[in-house]
């Protein structure tokens, strides 16, 4: 007689932050978020597209807790939230490496503890050996660079990302993508993706949003397959483009 072990119980995945039926009206009246429901768990990376003005840098002040919703529920599990701009927002007058510790400054961190987490966060991102730049000194790529770096200082269970790569070059806005990845892949936080970028979107997400003109909702939701980390290739595979596809008809639709 031979004896069978039981199945392995499903992988529980918290959720990071969670929206349910949000609305926000600012003050002056503007109606910027309908009926949002959304969900970002941990070890997931969802990327949200929508035509400008729809509320997807919302969705992210929001999540960080800088602004508050109108109506409906908001919940975020993440103690611990690295957010990532379009700009780099260095300081000038500080050498790449203390830009990098700056979080974990303001949060306390002492000194040696804070050099040298802001050196490892500077080796994930590839900026081994420029600690003692400035920023005017440094590329638009290589000073995201730091710019995600500062914010892994702090060992984000969620990392809220602002088109963080529109400004720069396509061939530079690639490379940074794929570096991502494999930070992701490494790191698996949970991410939360916005861009105007269809391609980039499928590129980096386990999940693609796609929302409506304003008032913004989710309107459509692609999975996406490709395990991580994900080369340059993928990008000409046949599957990749036949659901970025998919998603740009459905940004196409939402906007019309």
């Not at 700009?87 to 050099?115: H, M, Q, S, Y």
Request: aromatic content about 8%; some cysteine; overall charge negative.
């Amino acid at each position: 007689m031979t004896s069978t072990s039981p199945p392995t119980p499903p992988v529980t995945r918290h959720p990071m932050v969670g929206f349910e039926h949000v609305d926000l009206r600012f003050p002056n009246g503007t109606h910027a978020l309908h009926d949002v429901s959304l969900q970002v768990r941990e070890g997931e990376f969802v990327s949200v597209v929508g035509p400008s003005g729809c509320g997807k840098s919302t969705l992210l002040r929001l999540a960080a807790g800088l602004e508050s919703i109108t109506d409906g529920y908001l919940q975020c599990g993440a103690d611990r939230i690295g957010y990532v701009f379009q700009d780099a927002t260095l300081l000038p007058w500080r050498t790449v490496e203390d830009n990098a510790a700056l979080l974990a400054e303001l949060d306390g961190v002492g000194k040696r503890e804070r050099r040298g987490r802001a050196a490892e966060a500077l080796s994930l991102v590839g900026l081994d050996g420029f600690g003692k730049h400035l920023p005017h000194m440094l590329s638009g790529g290589m000073r995201m660079r730091v710019s995600l770096a500062r914010s892994l200082t702090v060992d984000p269970q969620l990392f809220l990302f602002d088109e963080p790569f529109a400004a720069l070059d396509e061939i530079t806005r690639q490379r940074l993508g794929q570096e991502l990845t494999e930070l992701f892949s490494r790191k698996t936080f949970a991410g939360l993706f916005i861009t105007h970028s269809v391609s980039e979107a499928v590129y980096l997400s386990s999940r693609v949003l796609v929302m409506s003109g304003r008032p913004g909702t989710i309107v459509d939701e692609f999975e996406v397959p490709f395990d991580y980390p994900r080369t340059p290739d993928l990008r000409f595979d046949r599957s990749f483009t036949d659901l970025t596809e998919r998603v740009s008809v459905a940004l196409r639709e939402a906007h019309s």
